[in-house]
């Protein structure tokens, strides 16, 4: 069964980054063509897919976002990280990390999400 | 980015009733649609892809149908582990985006 498990900060401080980290068991990054994805719930329910790490090829983010998000991997821990720059309170959100089925988005796991609150 | 709508934002239902959600993609994106069911302080679990496809261990009760623009998603006897609340996404271009969500409550 896969798995996944965010962790990082819960607390940012606006023009500061934020950074988190997905934890995967159950599937290896490296294999199966998925994206490994990062998605956010506004405290007003909303869902707003943020970007994604595509192991045999190249990332692709929410252009909405312009160029703070960045998603790096850690293959010797099967992990990927969320980096997002200069933040604001309109950042505030739970992040979840997630699995795409090969090759769509179509995320069929998540993890469990980690709230994340911008502010001085 | 295409935008996806969902009605009604919010339904009251018996148990046992067939409830219908919609949801409405800004421009066509053929069948590559999937619905996911949140309950309070979860992820979102996925139901359905490409529109009617039903995910594993997700009861037949479930179903999806539409292409093009229009989608939806029926209960056929709602149950009450089925109150929740229930979000489209579609995945056909980037930026993949989800509806705003439908809460089913109980009536």
């Known amino acids: 069964q896969v798995q996944l498990q965010e962790s990082g900060p819960g607390l940012v401080k606006p023009s500061q980054t934020l950074s988190l980290t997905c934890t995967v068991s159950?599937?290896?990054?490296?294999?199966?063509?998925?994206?490994w994805t990062w998605i956010r719930q506004f405290p007003e329910k909303g869902l707003e897919w943020i970007g994604y790490?595509?192991?045999?090829?190249?990332?692709f983010y929410n252009p909405s976002l312009e160029s703070r998000p960045s998603i790096s991997v850690d293959t010797s821990k099967n992990q990927f990280s969320l980096t997002l720059s200069s933040v604001t309170a309109a950042d505030t959100a739970v992040y979840y990390c997630?699995?795409?089925?090969?090759?769509?988005?179509?995320?069929?796991?998540w993890g469990q999400g980690a709230l994340v609150t911008v502010s001085s | 980015d295409i935008q996806m709508t969902q009605s009604p934002s919010t339904l009251s239902a018996y148990v046992g009733d067939r409830v219908n959600i919609t949801c409405r993609a800004s421009?066509?994106?053929?069948?590559?649609l999937a619905w996911y069911q949140q309950k309070l302080g979860k992820a979102p679990k996925l139901l359905i892809f490409s529109a009617s496809y039903l995910e594993n261990g997700v009861p037949s009760r479930i179903s999806g149908s539409g292409s093009g623009t229009e989608f939806t998603l029926t209960i056929s006897s709602l149950q009450p582990d089925d109150f929740a609340t229930y979000y489209c996404q579609q995945y056909d271009s980037f930026a993949w985006t989800f509806g705003q969500g439908t809460r089913v409550e109980i009536k």
């Open positions: 159950g599937a290896s990054i490296r294999s199966g063509g998925h994206y």
């Open positions: 790490l595509y192991y045999s090829g190249r990332n």
């Open positions: 997630a699995r795409s089925k090969t090759g769509a988005g179509i995320f069929d796991f």
């Open positions: 421009q066509s994106i053929t069948t590559h």
